[in-house]
């Protein structure tokens, strides 16, 4: 079942409805549905759709050459292979000049670092030749930094070239939550936050049965499907993943700033900072500062996925005990134990997950054009302080608490977050949101009823976000 990018599906079918060429990129990391969606969308158009795999470049061509003339077995009469590249280019601009094709180049970056000068040879016949055809060509990869450098970038010889771009996200806690038909929709949150929005890991644990089971066979038996993942995805992308891997360690155990990160990893500052910037660059890290300041030295570093966090909190602590074939103890003992937690912070994540879904459907006070978290110096209680979400837009902000607890939120939280607003004297209209995993109590409820700067969300309101 294909869940899942609208949009992106809307846009590539717009694009071929102009019936001219074009080229499209797609990119993102591993497994994040790249191939997928070029399928759907591929699906009863005529379509040539090569994967390459990492090989010389005479295999890359003679594979390549293999799966266009599939397409066109006339011509295998007088040809099994095209000489070079130009050559296949140039035979498939002849195939396209008066009728619609699309021609998907699934992992680009294996073919042009077999051979760097293939982006040349296809900016020649783009220039020359696909321009005057019917075209619609997809360049695809899962390595981001080539894809951005080396095929987006000022530098690439097809800067410029591209007609869309498309770079592929995870998706988030609400379209995580539709393969899981059969938890309950705690447990649905609890899978996003072990496994992310990667289709193919949320179809690795849906696989399983119980969460408790997917948790086990997919990250505490040696050789489940994301026992390795985050060492196969640092050594696809980088040349040093055991200094990168510490770095990563530091911050999924607490480290958030440099300083913090340098004294974890025994690296010094300096370091430490090339490092991070490759790792954001990667999507890997995030850098974040507190929301309506300018960047400066009060960001913080923190992961961007949760299976990488998930992985590095639990998987690569426990690694011993795991191979000796541990697993289950260490989940009912060290992981079951620490998942309230450990989800406190990814229900953050969560609850501004839904806050961007409903700023889309205008179903909020006001639109906002920001969002993230607050923290800083409080005057009027003379102490730093900390604000799950704030939502702003010129004199209007949304302030949110979220509480993955065990028991009701009750008035005192939303008394606390009113007297932290007072810290923002620039906002003339204040709104006020509390998340909260166990419901609220009665005396919470019945305080704002008749209050219209004030909602309450329960995890149930989380998922009825489409019927809005």
């Not at 179903?363 to 799950?388: A, H, T, V």
């Not at 009701?408 to 007072?422: H, R």
Request: glycine share 6%; hydrophobic share 35%; proline share 3%.
């Amino acid at each position: 079942m294909f869940i899942g990018r609208k949009n992106e599906l809307v846009d590539l079918n717009r694009l071929y409805s102009k019936d001219s060429f074009e080229m499209a990129v797609v990119y993102g990391r591993r497994r994040v549905g790249k191939t997928s969606l070029i399928n759907e969308f591929c699906k009863d158009k005529r379509s040539i759709f090569y994967v390459a795999i990492e090989q010389n470049d005479k295999g890359a061509l003679e594979s390549f050459s293999e799966k266009v003339l599939e397409m066109f077995p006339a011509a295998r009469s007088y040809i099994d292979k095209f000489a070079n590249w130009e050559k296949a280019f140039e035979y498939i601009s002849d195939q396209s000049m008066d009728q619609r094709m699309i021609l998907v180049i699934d992992e680009y970056p294996y073919i042009a670092t077999s051979n760097p000068s293939v982006s040349s040879v296809l900016q020649k016949v783009i220039d020359t030749k696909f321009i005057n055809t019917k075209l619609f060509l997809i360049l695809c990869g899962s390595s981001m930094s080539f894809m951005e450098n080396q095929v987006l970038g000022y530098k690439s010889p097809l800067y410029g070239r591209r007609t869309a771009q498309f770079k592929i996200e995870p998706f988030d806690y609400a379209d995580s939550g539709r393969f899981f038909a059969q938890y309950s929709l705690q447990e649905k949150l609890i899978a996003y936050g072990i496994a992310g929005g990667i289709p193919q890991y949320l179809n690795n644990l849906e696989k399983e049965g119980s969460l408790e089971d997917s948790i086990y066979y997919n990250y505490f038996k040696k050789g489940g499907h994301l026992f390795e993942e985050p060492n196969s995805i640092l050594k696809q992308e980088l040349r040093e993943p055991s200094t990168y891997n510490s770095i990563i360690t530091a911050v999924a155990s607490g480290a958030s700033r440099i300083n913090e990160i340098s004294t974890k990893t025994g690296e010094e500052s300096k370091k430490c900072s090339k490092y991070l910037s490759t790792l954001i660059d990667l999507h890997i890290l995030r850098k974040e500062y507190p929301v309506g300041t300018a960047a400066g030295r009060n960001g913080i570093y923190s992961l961007c996925d949760n299976m990488l966090r998930f992985w590095y909190r639990f998987v690569s602590v426990n690694m011993t005990n795991i191979e000796a074939g541990l697993g289950e103890m260490i989940i009912k003992n060290k992981v079951i134990p620490k998942i309230p937690e450990y989800m406190g912070r990814i229900f953050e994540d969560i609850c501004i997950e839904y806050l961007i879904r409903r700023n889309k459907k205008l179903s909020l006070f006001f639109m906002f054009d920001e969002i993230g978290r607050w923290w800083g110096n409080n005057p009027i209680r003379k102490r730093q302080e900390e604000i799950d979400i704030l939502a702003k837009s010129e004199d209007k902000v949304i302030l949110g608490e979220c509480k993955w607890k065990n028991e009701q939120v009750g008035i005192g939280i939303l008394n606390d977050l009113v007297e932290k607003s007072e810290v923002f004297k620039q906002y003339r209209e204040k709104y006020y949101m509390l998340f909260s995993k166990s419901g609220f109590t009665n005396e919470l409820i019945n305080a704002v009823k008749n209050m219209n700067n004030i909602e309450l969300v329960n995890i149930e309101k989380l998922f009825n976000i489409e019927d809005r």
